[in-house]
């Protein structure tokens, strides 16, 4: 139980916050799970965890 508590929360975004923190459509949104943007199913839903998220940015940029 302890470790659990120590363990860092990972904030999760649904995919119009995802939109709207980087400006971008819902077309390049499922462009880029395509292209293998982190994220998980709940449901029906898509949520995208925003660390995993800017990490898959960084390295991407990276490469270029």
Known sequence: MKE???RPTEHY???KELMDTLSI????????VK???PHIRVGAVRRFPM???LEWFKER???R
């Open 4 to 6: 659990e508590q120590d």
């Open 13 to 15: 975004l649904a995919t």
């Open 25 to 32: 459509s819902r077309s390049t949104v499922n462009r880029m």
């Open 35 to 37: 292209r293998g943007l």
């Open 51 to 53: 660390e995993q998220v």
């Open 61 to 63: 940029t990276a490469s």
